[in-house]
T-cell receptor
Framework: GQNIDQPTEMTATEGAIVQINCTYQ??????LFWYQQHAGEAPTFLSY????GLEEKGRFSSFLSRSKGYSYLLLKELQMKDSASYLC????????????FGTGTRLKVLA | ETGVTQTPRHLVMGMTNKKSLKCEQH?????MYWYKQSAKKPLELMFV???????ENNSVPSRFSPECPNSSHLFLHLHTLQPEDSALYLC????????????FGNGTRLTVT
Protein backbone atom coordinates (compact mmCIF):
# COMPACT_ATOMS: atom_id res chain seq x y z
CA GLY A 1 0.00 0.00 0.00
CA GLN A 2 0.91 3.65 0.06
CA ASN A 3 0.74 5.21 3.50
CA ILE A 4 2.89 7.99 4.94
CA ASP A 5 2.53 8.98 8.58
CA GLN A 6 3.88 12.00 10.41
CA PRO A 7 2.77 13.86 13.53
CA THR A 8 0.15 16.56 13.03
CA GLU A 9 1.66 19.25 15.21
CA MET A 10 4.82 19.95 17.19
CA THR A 11 5.92 22.85 19.34
CA ALA A 12 9.48 23.83 20.19
CA THR A 13 11.39 26.77 21.60
CA GLU A 14 13.62 29.17 19.71
CA GLY A 15 17.22 27.93 19.74
CA ALA A 16 16.24 24.33 20.46
CA ILE A 17 16.47 21.18 18.31
CA VAL A 18 13.40 19.39 16.97
CA GLN A 19 13.04 16.07 15.17
CA ILE A 20 10.07 15.45 12.88
CA ASN A 21 9.48 11.77 12.12
CA CYS A 22 7.97 10.18 9.05
CA THR A 23 7.16 6.53 8.39
CA TYR A 24 6.20 5.14 5.03
CA GLN A 25 4.89 1.93 3.54
CA UNK A 26 5.15 2.19 -0.18
CA UNK A 27 6.00 -0.07 -3.05
CA UNK A 28 8.50 0.93 -5.71
CA UNK A 29 10.27 3.25 -3.25
CA UNK A 30 12.73 5.62 -4.90
CA UNK A 31 13.59 8.12 -2.25
CA LEU A 32 12.18 10.37 0.45
CA PHE A 33 11.68 14.11 0.16
CA TRP A 34 11.09 16.79 2.75
CA TYR A 35 9.38 20.08 1.92
CA GLN A 36 8.70 23.20 3.95
CA GLN A 37 5.44 25.09 3.53
CA HIS A 38 4.76 28.43 5.20
CA ALA A 39 1.12 29.39 5.62
CA GLY A 40 -0.33 30.67 2.37
CA GLU A 41 2.76 29.79 0.37
CA ALA A 42 3.95 27.01 -1.92
CA PRO A 43 5.87 24.02 -0.55
CA THR A 44 9.62 24.37 -1.11
CA PHE A 45 12.12 21.54 -1.38
CA LEU A 46 14.39 20.91 1.62
CA SER A 47 16.06 17.53 1.18
CA TYR A 48 16.14 14.17 -0.58
CA UNK A 49 17.37 10.82 0.76
CA UNK A 50 17.57 7.57 -1.17
CA UNK A 51 20.40 5.82 0.72
CA UNK A 52 20.45 5.01 4.41
CA GLY A 53 22.05 7.60 6.62
CA LEU A 54 22.11 11.25 7.46
CA GLU A 55 22.26 14.14 4.98
CA GLU A 56 23.23 17.48 6.50
CA LYS A 57 22.43 20.88 5.02
CA GLY A 58 23.26 23.67 7.41
CA ARG A 59 20.75 23.77 10.26
CA PHE A 60 18.60 21.07 8.62
CA SER A 61 19.46 17.37 8.40
CA SER A 62 17.47 14.44 7.08
CA PHE A 63 17.84 10.78 7.92
CA LEU A 64 16.62 7.64 6.18
CA SER A 65 16.37 3.99 7.16
CA ARG A 66 15.02 1.97 4.24
CA SER A 67 14.81 -1.26 6.20
CA LYS A 68 12.60 0.42 8.80
CA GLY A 69 10.60 2.58 6.40
CA TYR A 70 11.54 5.58 8.52
CA SER A 71 12.87 9.08 8.02
CA TYR A 72 13.27 12.16 10.14
CA LEU A 73 13.99 15.83 9.60
CA LEU A 74 16.20 17.43 12.24
CA LEU A 75 16.09 21.19 12.69
CA LYS A 76 18.80 22.75 14.84
CA GLU A 77 19.08 26.23 16.36
CA LEU A 78 15.41 26.85 15.73
CA GLN A 79 14.36 30.29 14.58
CA MET A 80 10.93 31.88 14.56
CA LYS A 81 10.92 31.74 10.76
CA ASP A 82 11.07 27.93 10.97
CA SER A 83 7.40 27.94 12.03
CA ALA A 84 5.81 26.17 9.08
CA SER A 85 4.41 22.84 7.94
CA TYR A 86 6.93 20.17 7.04
CA LEU A 87 5.80 17.68 4.42
CA CYS A 88 7.26 14.22 3.98
CA UNK A 89 6.86 12.67 0.53
CA UNK A 90 8.14 9.59 -1.22
CA UNK A 91 8.95 9.05 -4.84
CA UNK A 92 7.51 5.86 -6.26
CA UNK A 93 7.56 4.16 -9.60
CA UNK A 94 4.10 2.68 -9.38
CA UNK A 95 3.06 3.32 -12.96
CA UNK A 96 5.04 6.51 -13.39
CA UNK A 97 7.24 8.68 -11.25
CA UNK A 98 4.99 10.35 -8.74
CA UNK A 99 5.20 11.76 -5.27
CA UNK A 100 2.96 10.68 -2.39
CA PHE A 101 2.69 13.11 0.52
CA GLY A 102 1.97 12.80 4.21
CA THR A 103 -0.45 15.19 5.92
CA GLY A 104 2.41 17.42 7.04
CA THR A 105 3.63 18.40 10.49
CA ARG A 106 2.82 21.92 11.63
CA LEU A 107 5.73 23.21 13.68
CA LYS A 108 5.31 26.18 16.00
CA VAL A 109 8.46 27.83 17.27
CA LEU A 110 7.93 29.81 20.45
CA ALA A 111 10.11 32.65 21.71
CA GLU B 1 9.90 35.42 -14.49
CA THR B 2 11.36 32.24 -13.11
CA GLY B 3 9.91 29.20 -11.38
CA VAL B 4 6.29 28.10 -11.52
CA THR B 5 3.52 30.67 -11.87
CA GLN B 6 -0.15 30.03 -11.22
CA THR B 7 -3.12 32.23 -11.98
CA PRO B 8 -5.45 33.25 -10.56
CA ARG B 9 -4.32 33.27 -6.92
CA HIS B 10 -7.91 33.29 -5.68
CA LEU B 11 -11.12 32.16 -7.37
CA VAL B 12 -14.70 32.13 -6.19
CA MET B 13 -17.17 30.36 -8.42
CA GLY B 14 -20.70 29.08 -8.33
CA MET B 15 -21.54 25.46 -8.93
CA THR B 16 -22.80 26.17 -12.45
CA ASN B 17 -19.79 28.19 -13.57
CA LYS B 18 -16.95 27.18 -15.85
CA LYS B 19 -13.47 28.44 -15.08
CA SER B 20 -9.87 27.49 -15.78
CA LEU B 21 -6.71 27.51 -13.71
CA LYS B 22 -3.45 28.24 -15.46
CA CYS B 23 0.09 27.14 -14.66
CA GLU B 24 3.32 28.09 -16.40
CA GLN B 25 6.83 26.85 -15.64
CA HIS B 26 10.07 28.50 -16.72
CA UNK B 27 12.44 25.81 -15.46
CA UNK B 28 12.77 23.65 -18.57
CA UNK B 29 11.11 20.74 -16.81
CA UNK B 30 9.32 18.00 -18.71
CA UNK B 31 6.78 16.83 -16.14
CA MET B 32 3.89 18.84 -14.68
CA TYR B 33 1.44 17.99 -11.93
CA TRP B 34 -1.82 19.12 -10.39
CA TYR B 35 -2.25 18.58 -6.65
CA LYS B 36 -5.22 19.37 -4.41
CA GLN B 37 -4.52 20.54 -0.85
CA SER B 38 -7.37 20.45 1.66
CA ALA B 39 -7.15 21.20 5.35
CA LYS B 40 -5.80 18.34 7.47
CA LYS B 41 -5.40 16.08 4.44
CA PRO B 42 -2.29 15.04 2.51
CA LEU B 43 -1.57 16.67 -0.80
CA GLU B 44 -3.67 14.69 -3.27
CA LEU B 45 -2.17 13.97 -6.66
CA MET B 46 -4.72 14.69 -9.39
CA PHE B 47 -2.93 14.55 -12.73
CA VAL B 48 0.58 14.05 -14.08
CA UNK B 49 1.81 15.03 -17.52
CA UNK B 50 5.16 13.85 -18.83
CA UNK B 51 6.36 15.31 -22.13
CA UNK B 52 2.83 16.64 -22.68
CA UNK B 53 1.26 13.20 -22.36
CA UNK B 54 -1.05 12.48 -19.47
CA UNK B 55 0.48 9.59 -17.56
CA GLU B 56 -1.58 9.70 -14.41
CA ASN B 57 -5.23 10.34 -13.72
CA ASN B 58 -5.82 9.63 -10.09
CA SER B 59 -9.54 8.83 -10.10
CA VAL B 60 -10.44 12.47 -10.33
CA PRO B 61 -14.10 13.37 -11.09
CA SER B 62 -14.76 14.37 -14.67
CA ARG B 63 -15.74 17.88 -13.58
CA PHE B 64 -11.97 18.46 -13.49
CA SER B 65 -10.39 18.40 -16.94
CA PRO B 66 -6.63 18.96 -17.44
CA GLU B 67 -4.93 20.24 -20.56
CA CYS B 68 -1.21 20.39 -21.35
CA PRO B 69 -0.65 22.13 -24.70
CA ASN B 70 3.16 22.13 -24.31
CA SER B 71 5.78 21.31 -21.71
CA SER B 72 5.62 24.79 -20.18
CA HIS B 73 1.88 25.21 -19.72
CA LEU B 74 -0.77 23.32 -17.82
CA PHE B 75 -4.44 24.09 -17.36
CA LEU B 76 -7.16 22.74 -15.14
CA HIS B 77 -10.65 23.32 -16.52
CA LEU B 78 -13.43 23.35 -13.95
CA HIS B 79 -17.16 22.93 -14.49
CA THR B 80 -20.17 22.18 -12.30
CA LEU B 81 -18.02 21.91 -9.20
CA GLN B 82 -19.26 21.02 -5.73
CA PRO B 83 -18.64 22.89 -2.47
CA GLU B 84 -16.35 20.06 -1.32
CA ASP B 85 -14.05 20.95 -4.21
CA SER B 86 -13.08 24.12 -2.37
CA ALA B 87 -9.35 23.79 -1.69
CA LEU B 88 -5.90 25.03 -2.65
CA TYR B 89 -4.90 23.74 -6.07
CA LEU B 90 -1.16 23.48 -6.56
CA CYS B 91 0.68 23.10 -9.81
CA UNK B 92 4.19 21.64 -9.78
CA UNK B 93 6.88 20.68 -12.25
CA UNK B 94 9.93 18.44 -12.17
CA UNK B 95 12.55 16.92 -14.44
CA UNK B 96 10.52 13.73 -14.40
CA UNK B 97 13.22 11.63 -12.75
CA UNK B 98 12.71 9.76 -9.50
CA UNK B 99 15.20 11.92 -7.63
CA UNK B 100 13.99 15.25 -8.99
CA UNK B 101 12.18 17.44 -6.49
CA UNK B 102 8.90 19.12 -7.28
CA UNK B 103 8.84 22.86 -7.80
CA PHE B 104 5.47 24.26 -6.79
CA GLY B 105 3.54 27.32 -7.79
CA ASN B 106 1.85 29.44 -5.11
CA GLY B 107 -1.47 27.79 -5.80
CA THR B 108 -5.01 28.90 -6.54
CA ARG B 109 -7.31 29.16 -3.54
CA LEU B 110 -10.67 27.98 -4.91
CA THR B 111 -13.98 28.55 -3.18
CA VAL B 112 -17.12 26.97 -4.63
CA THR B 113 -20.33 28.56 -3.45
Amino acid sequence: GQNIDQPTEMTATEGAIVQINCTYQTSGFNGLFWYQQHAGEAPTFLSYNVLDGLEEKGRFSSFLSRSKGYSYLLLKELQMKDSASYLCADSTTSGTYKYIFGTGTRLKVLA
Amino acid sequence: ETGVTQTPRHLVMGMTNKKSLKCEQHLGHNAMYWYKQSAKKPLELMFVYSLEERVENNSVPSRFSPECPNSSHLFLHLHTLQPEDSALYLCASSRGRYNSPLHFGNGTRLTVT
